[in-house]
C-alpha cells in the first residue's frame, strides 16, 4: 500500500537568525540589505481524510477498486482508508490507491442481536475509527435490510466525520449525502460505488477491477504450474467449477465443466489448471480425473495473491460466478463466466457482455434466457440464495456454447 509521508510545513527553515541578531547587536547596518517581507506564514493544511466502508470478502471487495483508483487520481494527496474485512484486506493489500485497511469481522453483525463479546469489539473499533479523524466517508453497501442499516448507521455515527455518503431508496439520517438507489440488476455494483465517490468529484477515466500481484506470489505460480508448456505454444486454461461458499446453487455441473475441459485439450491442445478453494476438493479432483494428464489440480493449494498470480499467467478462464471469476478479471485473463441464479449485470466481469457470435469483449458472460433468470438479487430484494430446485437456468446453457465463447476468446490472446 502507499506510505503517506511525512506532513510538511512549506515553512523554510532560518539559517540567518543568528547572524542578523549579532549584526544588531554591534549597530552595523552599513551595506546590509533589508530582507524581503516574507509574509504571513504558509498555514500547515492537514490532507484530507477519507474512510471507504466496504465490509465484503473476494469478488465484492473487488468492485471497490474502480472507486478506490478514481479518489487515488483525483485527490493524490488525500488519505485513504478502507474498512474490510480479514478476507476483503487479503485481496486488496498492494494497492496503491489504499493507505491503510482497517479491518473488522461483519459476520456478527449480520443479525439484530449480536452477543456481548462483538458489541466489545464493535466499541473499541468504534474508537479507533474517532481517532482516524475522517473528513469523507463513503458508504459502499447497499441499504435494504434492518441490520444492516442499524450497523452502518453506528459506523458512520462511529466515526464522526461531518460528510457521509452512500446509496439508499430514501434519505436515512445517518448519510448527509445519497445517491438514489435503483436495487439490483439495473447496473454493475461498481458503477454504483463510482458514482458514490463521483459525489466528491473523484473520476475513473478508465475504470477497471485491480489487484497487485507481486513478485514472490508469481514466482510461487510459476512453481505450481512447473512454468512449462512446450514453449508456451499450448494455451493453459483455468478451470473454476466451484461458486464459493455464499451459494452452491451458481454451480454449473460438473461434468459439464469436465466435457468442456476435455474437448479443449482435443481440438486446442490445451493444459487445464483446475482452481478452487480447499472445500472445493473433491470437485476438482472429480473433474481431473475425468480429464485425465492434461489436467493440473491447484484447488486449496494457493492463497488468494498466488491464485492470482496463477491466473494472470493462464490465456483463458471458464468457471462460475463467484469471487474466484472477478480475480481473474482483474488479472486481465480473458474470462467466460457462466451465470445461472445470480445477478449478471450486478455481478458479471466488469467491463464484459452478454455472449454472442461476434462479441469481441476480453469478458462475457453466458447464460440461458429464462423469465424466471436471475432469481438472486434481484430488485431491491436478495431473493432465493439457494435457487430453486430443477435449476434450469443452469442446466439449459449448453457445453457447445461455453466451447464456442472459449474458443472466441482464445483468438483475442
Not at 503517506?4 to 547596518?29: D, L, N, R, T, W
Not at 466499541?123 to 435494504?144: E, I, P
Not at 478451470?239 to 455441473?253: C, H, I, T, V
Not at 430488485?379 to 474458443?407: F, K, M, N, W
Request: proline share 7%; hydrophobic share 45%.
Amino acid at each position: 500500500m502507499r506510505e503517506q509521508g511525512p506532513a510538511e510545513s512549506g515553512i523554510p527553515a532560518c539559517k540567518g537568525g543568528e547572524a542578523g541578531s549579532s549584526i544588531a547587536a554591534h549597530g552595523c547596518i552599513v551595506g546590509i540589505q533589508p530582507r524581503p517581507d516574507p509574509g504571513p506564514p504558509t498555514p500547515n493544511v492537514r490532507p484530507e481524510r477519507f474512510l471507504v466502508i466496504k465490509l465484503a470478502d473476494l469478488g465484492d471487495a473487488l468492485t471497490v477498486t474502480p472507486a478506490l483508483r478514481a479518489l487515488r487520481t483525483t485527490f493524490p494527496s488525500a488519505r485513504t482508508d478502507v474498512l474490510v474485512t480479514p478476507a476483503g484486506a487479503a485481496v486488496l493489500a498492494g494497492l496503491d490507491s489504499i493507505d491503510r485497511c482497517v479491518l473488522f469481522e461483519k459476520a456478527p453483525f449480520d443479525r439484530l442481536r449480536p452477543t456481548m463479546r462483538p458489541i466489545a469489539a464493535a466499541v473499541a473499533l468504534g474508537l479507533k475509527l474517532r481517532r482516524g479523524r475522517y473528513d469523507r466517508v463513503f458508504l459502499l453497501h447497499h441499504l435494504f435490510t434492518a441490520a444492516g442499516r442499524l450497523k452502518y448507521a453506528a459506523l458512520l455515527g462511529a466515526t464522526g466525520a461531518p460528510w457521509r455518503a452512500g446509496i439508499a431508496e430514501d434519505q436515512p439520517a445517518f448519510l448527509t449525502d445519497v445517491l438514489p438507489d435503483g436495487g439490483y440488476g439495473v447496473r454493475h455494483e461498481a458503477d454504483y460505488w463510482l458514482d458514490v465517490v463521483g459525489l466528491v468529484g473523484a473520476a475513473n477515466p478508465a475504470p477497471r477491477i485491480e489487484v497487485q500481484i507481486g513478485g514472490e506470489a508469481q514466482a510461487r505460480a510459476s512453481r505450481l504450474l512447473d512454468a512449462s508448456r512446450d514453449g508456451g505454444q499450448r494455451p493453459r486454461i483455468a478451470l473454476y467449477p466451484g461458486a464459493g461458499s455464499y451459494s452452491l446453487a451458481r454451480r454449473w455441473p460438473a461434468d459439464r465443466f469436465a466435457e468442456v475441459a476435455r474437448r479443449l485439450v482435443e481440438s486446442a491442445g490445451a493444459q487445464i489448471v483446475v482452481v478452487g478453494g480447499r472445500t472445493e476438493r473433491e470437485l476438482a479432483e472429480s473433474i481431473c480425473a475425468s480429464v485425465g494428464r492434461a489436467c493440473r489440480d491447484l484447488a486449496g493449494l494457493t492463497d488468494v495473491k498466488t491464485l492470482a498470480a496463477v491466473l494472470s499467467q493462464c490465456d483463458l478462464f471458464v468457471g462460475n460466478d463467484g469471487g474466484v471469476m472477478h480475480l481473474a478479471v482483474a488479472a486481465a485473463v480473458p474470462t467466460v463466466a457462466v451465470f445461472g441464479p445470480s445477478n449478471d449485470i450486478s455481478w458479471g466481469p466488469y467491463g464484459g457482455a452478454r455472449w454472442q457470435p461476434g462479441v469481441a469483449t476480453r469478458s462475457v458472460v453466458v447464460r440461458a434466457d429464462l423469465a424466471c433468470a436471475p432469481c438472486m438479487y434481484r430488485g431491491y430484494l436478495p431473493g432465493t440464495r439457494h435457487g430453486c430446485r430443477d435449476r434450469d437456468c443452469l442446466t439449459s446453457v449448453g457445453i457447445d456454447t461455453v466451447l464456442q465463447a472459449a474458443h472466441a476468446l482464445l483468438t483475442l490472446t
